[in-house]
């Protein structure tokens, strides 16, 4: 088991869990969290940008050319963004934290 905080844009904390090998996003989504993933993990949206806390980055597989590419377009980037689409669980990632960015939110409230 894999256990993940998210931290919302208003500052709740929502802790979740998955297993290793599942993404991320998957975990966000199966715990309610406002990440659309609209292209299910192709690279070809940033709607599921979350920001790692600064002491689990660069514990991450680093980010492909293409994911750095699709992140400067997203809204609200900063230095420890990833696409939580392309970050894979693993027991190694056991309490990470993340923050869903508010730009996600805003989005959806068109
Ligand atoms: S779901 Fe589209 S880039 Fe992650």
Known sequence: MVRVTFVTAEGARIEAQGEAGQRLLEIGQNAGLPLEGTCEGQMAC???????????????????????????????????????CQIELTADLDGLEVRVPEEARDMQRG
């Open 46 to 84: 940033s709607t599921c940008h979350v920001v790692v806390a600064a002491q689990w980055f660069d514990r991450l597989t680093p980010a492909a050319e293409d994911e750095e590419d699709m992140l400067d377009l997203a809204a609200g980037v900063t230095r420890t963004s990833r696409l939580s």
